[in-house]
C-alpha cells in the first residue's frame, strides 16, 4: 500500500518537481496540496498569485486543496499556530509526513523539520540537494511552464517579473542569481505541467508593480470560454479625457478588452461609465499601487 501524503503546494516550479518526483517513485500517494494564503488580498502569500490561478492548478492536478489563510502583515507565530492547526487535521487522518520542495537551505529545512517534530510529523524532500542548473533545464525539458511572478530587486532586475521561465531567461540570469531562485531572487506560478490533466491553464499577463520591496506580475485568470460577451461593440467617449473609443468584443473576439486586465473593482465614477482603455489602465495601476500591498514576513514561510 503507497504511503499517503500532504504536499506543500506555493503554485512555484519547486513544489510542481516535489509533486512530479513523488508520483514517479510510485511508493507515495498525494492525497492533497495545502497552500497559505492572505486574508483580504486572497492571493499565495509572498507570490501574490490569484486564488483563482491557485485553484485552477489543483483541478488541473486533480488533487484536493487545502487553503491555510494569515492575516495581512501576519506574525510568524501567526503563521506557524495556524499551519500547526490545519497540520493536526492531515495528522487526524492518518497523514504523518508533508512534502516540500526546498533545494538546499539548511536553515529552512531545519526550520520546517522543527515546526512539524512539534506536531508529531515529518517532512519529505524529494529534490533536496539536486543540481539546481540541472534540475531548472529538467523542469523545461520535461514540459513544465512558468512565469517569474515575483522577484526581489535587490537580486534580480525587475524587467524579469512577467518572464517565462525558459531557456532564454536561464541564458540571461547574472551569475550571482541560483537558476531555481532558491536564495530568494524570484518565485514562479507554473501554468503548465506533464501532470496536468487538461493542458496549460490559459491566462494572461497583467501589471507589473513594484511594493513592500519586490516586483510582482499579476496574473490573470483567463477563461474566454466563460468570459464571452454578450453585448455587442459601441462607440462611447471617455467621462475623463474624451476620447472615442470601442467599448466591447471587437470583431472575432468573445470578450471586451477590459476583461484582461486586473478585477480591482470599480474605478468609474457610476457603474454605468466605461472609460478608455489609456484611462482604465492608469485607474487600475493608481487602484493596485493603493491598496495591493501585501509584503513577506520572513523567508520561513511556506514558498516556492
Same mark, same amino acid.
Given at each position: 500500500?503507497?504511503?499517503?501524503?500532504?504536499?506543500?503546494?506555493?503554485?512555484?516550479?519547486?513544489?510542481?518537481?516535489?509533486?512530479?518526483?513523488?508520483?514517479?517513485?510510485?511508493?507515495?500517494?498525494?492525497?492533497?496540496?495545502?497552500?497559505?494564503?492572505?486574508?483580504?488580498?486572497?492571493?499565495?502569500?509572498?507570490?501574490?498569485?490569484?486564488?483563482?490561478?491557485?485553484?485552477?492548478?489543483?483541478?488541473?492536478?486533480?488533487?484536493?486543496?487545502?487553503?491555510?489563510?494569515?492575516?495581512?502583515?501576519?506574525?510568524?507565530?501567526?503563521?506557524?499556530?495556524?499551519?500547526?492547526?490545519?497540520?493536526?487535521?492531515?495528522?487526524?487522518?492518518?497523514?504523518?509526513?508533508?512534502?516540500?520542495?526546498?533545494?538546499?537551505?539548511?536553515?529552512?529545512?531545519?526550520?520546517?523539520?522543527?515546526?512539524?517534530?512539534?506536531?508529531?510529523?515529518?517532512?519529505?524532500?524529494?529534490?533536496?540537494?539536486?543540481?539546481?542548473?540541472?534540475?531548472?533545464?529538467?523542469?523545461?525539458?520535461?514540459?513544465?511552464?512558468?512565469?517569474?511572478?515575483?522577484?526581489?530587486?535587490?537580486?534580480?532586475?525587475?524587467?524579469?517579473?512577467?518572464?517565462?521561465?525558459?531557456?532564454?531567461?536561464?541564458?540571461?540570469? &547574472? #551569475?550571482?542569481?541560483?537558476? /531555481?531562485?532558491?536564495? %530568494?531572487?524570484?518565485? =514562479?506560478?507554473?501554468? *503548465?505541467?506533464?501532470?496536468?490533466?487538461?493542458?496549460?491553464?490559459?491566462?494572461?499577463?497583467?501589471?507589473?508593480?513594484?511594493?513592500?520591496?519586490?516586483?510582482?506580475?499579476?496574473?490573470?485568470?483567463?477563461?474566454?470560454?466563460?468570459?464571452?460577451?454578450?453585448? &455587442? #461593440?459601441?462607440?462611447?467617449? /471617455?467621462?475623463?479625457? %474624451?476620447?472615442?473609443? =470601442?467599448?466591447?468584443? *471587437?470583431?472575432?473576439?468573445?470578450?471586451?478588452?477590459?476583461?484582461?486586465?486586473?478585477?480591482?473593482?470599480?474605478?468609474?465614477?457610476?457603474?454605468?461609465?466605461?472609460?478608455?482603455?489609456?484611462?482604465?489602465?492608469?485607474?487600475?495601476?493608481?487602484?493596485?499601487?493603493?491598496?495591493?500591498?501585501?509584503?513577506?514576513?520572513?523567508?520561513?514561510?511556506?514558498?516556492?
Amino acid at each position: 500500500m503507497k504511503e499517503p501524503v500532504l504536499i506543500c503546494w506555493s503554485g512555484g516550479k519547486d513544489s510542481a518537481l516535489a509533486l512530479r518526483a513523488v508520483l514517479a517513485g510510485g511508493q507515495i500517494e498525494p492525497i492533497g496540496l495545502m497552500t497559505t494564503l492572505t486574508e483580504g488580498y486572497d492571493r499565495i502569500s509572498m507570490h501574490g498569485v490569484r486564488r483563482e490561478l491557485l485553484e485552477a492548478q489543483a483541478v488541473a492536478l486533480n488533487l484536493p486543496l487545502h487553503k491555510v489563510y494569515i492575516s495581512q502583515n501576519a506574525t510568524n507565530a501567526e503563521y506557524e499556530a495556524k499551519t500547526q492547526a490545519a497540520l493536526l487535521e492531515f495528522k487526524r487522518q492518518g497523514i504523518r509526513r508533508v512534502v516540500f520542495g526546498d533545494l538546499f537551505l539548511q536553515d529552512i529545512r531545519a526550520y520546517r523539520d522543527r515546526l512539524l517534530g512539534k506536531i508529531g510529523m515529518e517532512a519529505l524532500y524529494p529534490v533536496w540537494g539536486r543540481d539546481t542548473t540541472a534540475l531548472a533545464r529538467e523542469f523545461i525539458a520535461q514540459g513544465f511552464q512558468a512565469i517569474l511572478v515575483c522577484g526581489n530587486p535587490q537580486r534580480l532586475d525587475r524587467r524579469f517579473a512577467g518572464r517565462c521561465f525558459d531557456a532564454a531567461l536561464l541564458a540571461e540570469l &547574472p #551569475a550571482s542569481v541560483d537558476p /531555481c531562485g532558491e536564495n %530568494g531572487e524570484f518565485h =514562479t506560478w507554473v501554468f *503548465a505541467s506533464p501532470d496536468f490533466a487538461n493542458g496549460p491553464i490559459p491566462h494572461a499577463k497583467g501589471q507589473v508593480i513594484e511594493r513592500q520591496g519586490f516586483c510582482f506580475c499579476d496574473v490573470l485568470p483567463l477563461d474566454l470560454g466563460k468570459q464571452t460577451d454578450p453585448r &455587442p #461593440a459601441q462607440e462611447k467617449r /471617455c467621462p475623463r479625457c %474624451g476620447t472615442t473609443f =470601442t467599448c466591447g468584443p *471587437a470583431t472575432g473576439k468573445t470578450h471586451c478588452w477590459c476583461s484582461e486586465l486586473p478585477n480591482v473593482g470599480p474605478v468609474a465614477s457610476s457603474a454605468h461609465d466605461c472609460l478608455c482603455p489609456d484611462c482604465l489602465r492608469a485607474a487600475v495601476a493608481t487602484k493596485l499601487l493603493k491598496s495591493d500591498g501585501e509584503s513577506e514576513k520572513g523567508s520561513q514561510r511556506m514558498a516556492d
